[in-house]
């Protein structure tokens, strides 16, 4: 499976900022997606998960804020990031089982 996350940048405090990853290698639509996130001198964690029946799971730090999504017809996901805060920077992964994105880099300015 081949996932390449976009979407990433620099976004003031309260703002939105969508994330989209492209997956393909994949039969998609029977395939869970994840988004997890790396902040500087911490461990990676989940940040939001989407199985293919479309039931979702999500970090307390982000409930309400972020949503996960998906377009099968597009083999793509998303994470829709609102009232971003400063600790929400890190580096945002797409995942799907032993696969990973590269990473894009979300950083919130106050």
């Known amino acids: 499976v081949h996932l390449v996350e976009s979407g990433g940048g620099t976004v003031q405090v309260g703002g939105s900022l969508r994330l989209s990853c492209a997956a393909s290698?994949?039969?998609?639509?029977?395939?869970?997606m994840a988004w997890y996130r790396q902040a500087p001198g911490r461990q990676r964690e989940l940040v939001a998960l989407?199985?293919?029946?479309?039931?979702?799971n999500y970090a307390d730090s982000v409930k309400g804020r972020f949503t996960i999504s998906r377009d099968n017809a597009k083999n793509a996901v998303y994470l829709q990031m609102n009232s971003v805060k400063p600790e929400d920077t890190a580096v945002y992964y797409c995942?799907?089982?032993?696969?990973w994105g590269q990473g894009t880099q979300v950083t919130v300015s106050s």
């Open positions: 995942q799907s089982g032993n696969s």
């Open positions: 290698g994949t039969i998609f639509k029977f395939t869970a």
């Open positions: 989407l199985t293919p029946a479309s039931d979702t």
